[in-house]
Each structure stands twice: as C-alpha cells, then as structure tokens.
C-alpha cells in the first residue's frame, strides 16, 4: 500500500477515473504518473502523482512528459493523414514516388498503406547499427533502402518496433523537406501548445521522467523481434540486463526516432487526440474519412515473428480497439507504448485520452485497460 498524494483534478462523473489511477499506485507498483481526458473539447481529467525521478526524489508534476515509446507510432500516423488531407500524400501510391532509392530489392511495388499497416515486410533490418548510426538517420534510411523484404509484402504481418518510424518519417521528409518531429512541432504541437516532441529540446531534459525498467525477463522470442527491437544491437531494449532504460539516454531523447523516441505529457497526448475527433481551438485536425480509413482493420491475426496472436488489430498506422487493448469501442484508434502507455482517441464520443508512466510493466500490466475501461464505464459503457 502507499499513501502517494495524487494532484490535478477530475470533473463531476469521472470520479472512477481518479479511483483507478489512485489504486494503481496502492496497488499496482505504480511509482509516477499521469492521465488525461478530453470530453467534447474539454478537459474532464488531469491527474498525476508519484515521482519523476527515484533517483533525486523529483515529484511527478503537471509538466512533467516522459518517453512514450510506441505512443509514437500515433503521432506520425496522425501527421500522415494530415498530408494525405492536403492532397500531398496518397497512402495507395508506391512508396518510390517519394522516395525512388526505396523501390531496391524487391520493394518498388510496396504501397505507402503497408508502411503504417506493419505489412511491408521490414521490421529489421540485416545491418548491425552502432547507437551513433540509428541517431543520424541516414544510415538507417541508407539501410532500408538496401534491404531486401523478409516475406512478400502484403501478404501478412509483424509489429516493425522501431523502423515503422523511419519508413513514414523519410516519406514525410521526402514531401516536406523536414525531418518528421521538426514538422510535427511545426504544424501540430506548437499550434495546439503541446509538450510533446520528437527530438526534444536541450532546455527540457531535466524535466523529463526518469524509466524504471519492467520487472521479469523480456528475451524477445526469435532473434528477428530481438533484432527488430534493438536496432541490430544499438541499445537494449527495453533495458539492459542491469535494468538501464536506454531510452533514458539524453541522446536518444534528443534524436528524432520517429517509432519510439516521443517524450510527452499525458494532457498533451489527450488533447492531440482531442483535436483529432473534435473542435479544441479550431476546426478538428482529421475529418470524418481520414478517421473511417484510419480504423479499417488492415491487419490482424498471428505475426511472422514475434509472440503469438494475443487479437491485436491494426488499422493504417493505429493500433485499434482490440481484445489485448480495449478502448472505448469500434471508432477508438490511437496506440500503446512499450511498459503501459496508452493514448487514443474516439470520434463517437469526442474523447481525446492518454495515460503515461515511468514504471514499466510486464505482460500482465492492466493499468491503462483499468483506467480506459473507467472513462468507457463514465460515459455509459
């Protein structure tokens, strides 16, 4: 049990929200966090407690972000619709039409669509990396060009961990001349006041959350997903056997690595949802076909690689409402991220959500269904 002292606050009828993120502290080794809700353009829950930093002892505070890992996926899923919404980007053309030195070895039919569905066949990359090379972007980009597909595109699936990021970042780059968290800050998270960046700013590193590594053993099942989730062995994923958090590396943080490396709030990442289904300062950022494309299900059913089936359905570039991951229902798109993350939206109810922490948890984590399920519970079911 613990007697942390949860802050923020929580509108009338959303008080089993604040019961849950109470309990996980109590009782689910909860050590800092944060969760958010948006209803219709406002926001109905802030809260967050615990501590930032075990080390110092820094207090979680309403400003505090943390690295959201796979919450990231989101993000760039979220700037892909916004060019394909201003005529720039069709997901059904060849990824060659942006980026020409992609079609090598076999990949020059692959549609942009497969990118973000996880079905292009690429989630590792033969070459071995060092740290240095997977932060300057261009060797990874030189890499993926040369790499030969580990199965016939489009006819099935495994999560690509990291180079999901790269694959749609160097087409956003391609069409915007900017690398993908430079036009993200440009063109989303400055206009919605968001503490959220992919490649964060020297100026905000003493304020991000310290990651505790998750409890038990997470080998990856077959060396592809170990070498899929560590870049060729340019960092340990999710931690090294001492319980190092290679995302705690202030390096890292600062690079744009577009699959994993977001570092956000959890207000932030609910009210880029909520901006996403609904009018928050200004008309909604994704219309009404952008999200009925964004939650067909593309992908589903067992990987190539990785662990079994556990019923996770993807859309283009969103993991959606699934059985692992239940959100508020069928119209729910958004992502988690590796340790307990979870952010999405809804348009049937105009809900902007994320929750986010810094204790990793393990294959049993419930925290994020428990708190989703609240917000579902609060709203009628």
Same mark, same amino acid.
């Given at each position: 049990?613990?007697?942390?002292?949860?802050?923020?606050?929580?509108?009338?009828?959303?008080?089993?929200?604040?019961?849950?993120?109470?309990?996980?502290?109590?009782?689910?080794?909860?050590?800092?966090?944060?969760?958010?809700?948006? !209803?219709?353009?406002?926001?109905?829950?802030?809260?967050?407690? *615990?501590?930032?930093?075990?080390?110092?002892?820094?207090?979680?505070?309403?400003? &505090?972000?943390?690295?959201?890992? #796979?919450?990231?996926?989101?993000?760039?899923?979220?700037?892909?619709?916004?060019?394909?919404?201003?005529?720039?980007?069709?997901?059904?053309?060849?990824?060659?039409?942006?980026?020409?030195?992609?079609?090598?070895?076999?990949?020059?039919?692959?549609?942009?669509?497969?990118?973000? &569905?996880?079905? #292009?066949?690429?989630?590792?990359?033969?070459? /071995?990396?060092?740290?240095?090379?997977?932060?300057?972007?261009?060797?990874?980009?030189? $890499?993926?060009?040369?790499?030969?597909?580990?199965?016939?595109?489009?006819?099935?699936? #495994?999560?690509?961990?990291?180079?999901?990021?790269?694959?749609? *970042?160097?087409?956003?780059?391609?069409?915007?001349?900017?690398?993908?968290?430079?036009?993200?800050?440009?063109?989303?998270?400055?206009?919605?006041?968001?503490?959220?960046?992919? @490649?964060? /700013?020297?100026?905000?590193?003493?304020?991000?959350?310290?990651?505790?590594?998750?409890?038990?053993?997470?080998? $990856?099942?077959?060396?592809?997903?170990?070498? $899929?989730?560590?870049?060729?062995?340019?960092?340990?994923?999710?931690?090294?056997?001492? @319980?190092?958090?290679?995302?705690?590396?202030?390096?890292?943080?600062?690079?744009?690595?577009? @699959?994993?490396?977001?570092?956000?709030?959890?207000?932030?990442? $609910?009210?880029?949802?909520?901006?996403?289904?609904?009018? !928050?300062?200004?008309?909604?950022?994704?219309?009404?076909?952008?999200?009925?494309?964004?939650?067909?299900?593309?992908?589903?059913?067992?990987?190539?690689?990785?662990?079994?089936?556990?019923?996770?359905?993807?859309?283009?570039?969103?993991?959606?409402?699934?059985? /692992?991951?239940?959100?508020?229902?069928?119209?729910?798109?958004?992502?988690?991220?590796?340790?307990?993350?979870?952010? +999405?939206?809804?348009?049937?109810?105009?809900?902007? +959500?994320?929750?986010?922490?810094?204790?990793?948890?393990?294959?049993?984590?419930?925290?994020?269904?428990?708190?989703?399920?609240?917000?579902?519970?609060?709203?009628?079911?």
């Amino acid at each position: 049990m613990t007697d942390t002292q949860i802050h923020g606050h929580v509108d009338d009828g959303f008080g089993p929200v604040a019961d849950v993120f109470r309990d996980n502290f109590a009782h689910r080794r909860e050590v800092g966090a944060a969760v958010a809700v948006y !209803l219709r353009g406002r926001k109905v829950v802030d809260l967050y407690g *615990g501590t930032a930093d075990p080390r110092s002892g820094r207090p979680w505070t309403a400003q &505090t972000p943390t690295v959201v890992f #796979s919450c990231t996926k989101g993000i760039m899923a979220i700037c892909a619709y916004l060019l394909v919404q201003q005529g720039r980007l069709d997901l059904a053309a060849p990824v060659t039409r942006y980026w020409p030195e992609f079609g090598q070895n076999g990949k020059a039919e692959i549609p942009v669509r497969w990118l973000l &569905t996880h079905q #292009s066949g690429l989630p590792a990359l033969d070459k /071995p990396f060092t740290r240095e090379e997977v932060l300057a972007w261009e060797p990874v980009i030189q $890499a993926i060009e040369a790499q030969a597909p580990l199965w016939k595109p489009g006819t099935a699936h #495994s999560y690509h961990p990291i180079t999901f990021g790269w694959l749609i *970042g160097e087409v956003i780059r391609r069409i915007t001349g900017e690398l993908p968290g430079t036009w993200f800050a440009r063109y989303l998270a400055e206009p919605l006041g968001l503490r959220t960046w992919i @490649g964060l /700013p020297a100026a905000e590193r003493d304020t991000v959350a310290w990651m505790l590594a998750p409890p038990g053993d997470f080998a $990856a099942p077959d060396p592809v997903s170990d070498r $899929a989730a560590t870049m060729g062995g340019a960092f340990p994923f999710p931690a090294d056997p001492e @319980g190092w958090v290679s995302f705690n590396d202030p390096a890292i943080q600062a690079a744009q690595i577009p @699959g994993a490396g977001a570092v956000s709030t959890a207000e932030s990442l $609910a009210r880029l949802y909520a901006a996403c289904v609904g009018e !928050l300062d200004g008309p909604r950022l994704l219309t009404t076909a952008s999200i009925d494309d964004a939650i067909t299900v593309r992908a589903a059913g067992q990987q190539v690689y990785g662990y079994p089936d556990a019923g996770h359905r993807w859309g283009t570039g969103f993991l959606l409402h699934s059985p /692992p991951r239940p959100m508020l229902g069928e119209r729910s798109f958004g992502h988690d991220g590796a340790g307990g993350h979870l952010a +999405f939206g809804d348009d049937t109810h105009q809900v902007g +959500f994320a929750y986010v922490v810094n204790q990793m948890g393990d294959g049993e984590d419930e925290r994020a269904n428990l708190l989703s399920a609240a917000v579902r519970d609060c709203l009628g079911g």
